[in-house]
């Protein structure tokens, strides 16, 4: 009969070489879903950001009606989820509550870059959306660029994190940022209208005042004939 040696005290040999793998792994994996929740979080953020920031590009007085005041992406008016009297008339007194405002497509184009106003507005939101407290978070860069037919808006958040001792242990040593970016496009097109006739109107007092009516008016016609064939 073949004599069993004796085997006490082997588990603790293979649980001194599997354990440490094991629970390194789970930590691993468990700080990468944080890092893709976080990621998930600033983007929703950079979304919001962009989609009330291109509304209120576009439609002048916007803001009045409270849009992404708190962490929303769009109206909240409570049970019956209509804006007060006051609330709309104080959106269409922002139209001509001066002449900056109401010829603002002028001013617009010489307007573009950064806006300060708007990174501090939202700035707020970003900060509470953030799971992982390490690192540095920047405040949302919201680039606006305005064009004769609309504005682009770009929404940009980084978000800065160390590397934890788990994945250093792994032999991940680079620095871990997370960079989510969004970007929409707005445009209003009954104010584009609007500012269309205006300047067709303003273009014929001129031809008019300087006796080129007729030749205007035959120069409209061909170009009608024109849209007429593409149209």
Known sequence: MKKIKNENGAIMVEASIYMPLVLCTVMALLYLALFNMQEYLLMYEAQRAAA?????????????????????????????????SDTVNSYYEAYHSNLRSLYRGIGRLFSDGPRLDYESRFSDGVRESTLIVLGNISNPQIQVDRGFLGTDV???????????GVLKYLGYHQGMTLRVAAYNYSVNPSEFVRSVDLAADFVSYIMKKFGLADNYDKFWEKTNKVLDLIL
């Open 154 to 164: 770009e929404v940009t958040i980084t978000h800065s994190l160390p590397v934890p």
């Open 52 to 84: 009330v920031v291109s509304r209120e590009e576009a439609y002048l007085g916007y803001e009045k009606f409270g849009m992404g005041s708190d962490n929303e992406i769009d109206f909240s008016w409570g049970e019956d989820n209509i804006p007060s």
